[in-house]
T-cell receptor
Framework: EAGVTQSPTHLIKTRGQQATLRCSPI?????VYWYQQALGLGLQFLLW???????NRGNFPPRFSGRQFPNYSSELNVNALELEDSALYLC???????????FGPGTRLTVT | QKEVEQDPGPLSVPEGAIVSLNCTYS??????FMWYRQYSRKGPELLMY????GNKEDGRFTAQVDKSSKYISLFIRDSQPSDSATYLC????????FGAGTRLFVKA
């Protein structure tokens, strides 16, 4: 069974630009979660999508947004990039009604 | 007070040692507990999950939950150098939160 996939692996942007990160969940999983993992700060919850709807968001500014497509894949958009947005962005998926989250390898975003 | 507390370490042990990793949490609404292992520059990997108080064993790993004390543990028996990683606790109920992670080094 294929795991959660994320693209791109690495992304380098300059301050003020926009970044788009993509995630494909495990087949059959309907929920997708996005996390930011900055160096030394642990996993910070960004967004939760389920059945195409945003169910919850963490304490991040509105320039962090996303969506979930009918095939349950998801996209995270970060507008007006700032240097402190440099981090590993992790996507996780879980099946309907389950609490276990299965993570992808992450996208490392570097803002210069 | 943080919702979950986890000692960041690093914790260094010799090969073959028993490792104990712990987290405490403050909100009794959390009902489901998980442990993840994360190797450097990789995504976290789900190791174990448990719902109730008590012990759950899987090979060399044992997860322990004490809801009355709001304390969870992960024990690793016969630790191996390949166990060297960061271990994150996680708990969920009305929301999911992760501990900061404990860095473990197992020396050959």
């Amino acid at each position: 069974e294929a795991g959660v996939t994320q693209s791109p692996t690495h992304l380098i942007k300059t301050r003020g630009q926009q970044a788009t990160l993509r995630c494909s969940p495990i087949s059959g999983h309907t929920s997708v979660y996005w996390y930011q993992q900055a160096l030394g700060l642990g996993l910070q919850f960004l967004l939760w999508y389920d059945e195409g709807e945003e169910r919850n968001r963490g304490n991040f500014p509105p320039r962090f947004s996303g969506r979930q497509f009918p095939n349950y894949s998801s996209e995270l958009n970060v507008n007006a990039l700032e240097l402190e947005d440099s981090a590993l962005y992790l996507c996780a998926s879980s099946p309907l009604g389950s609490y276990e989250q299965y993570f992808g390898p992450g996208t490392r975003l570097t803002v210069t | 007070q943080k919702e979950v507390e986890q000692d960041p370490g690093p914790l260094s042990v010799p090969e073959g040692a028993i490792v104990s990793l712990n987290c405490t949490y403050s909100n009794s609404a959390f009902q489901y507990f998980m442990w993840y292992r994360q190797y450097s520059r990789k995504g976290p990997e789900l190791l174990m999950y448990t719902y109730s108080s008590g012990n759950k064993e899987d090979g060399r790993f044992t997860a322990q939950v004490d809801k009355s004390s709001k304390y969870i543990s992960l024990f690793i028996r016969d630790s191996q150098p390949s166990d060297s990683a960061t271990y994150l606790c996680a708990m969920t109920g009305f929301k999911t939160i992760f501990g900061a992670g404990t860095r473990l080094f197992v020396k050959a």
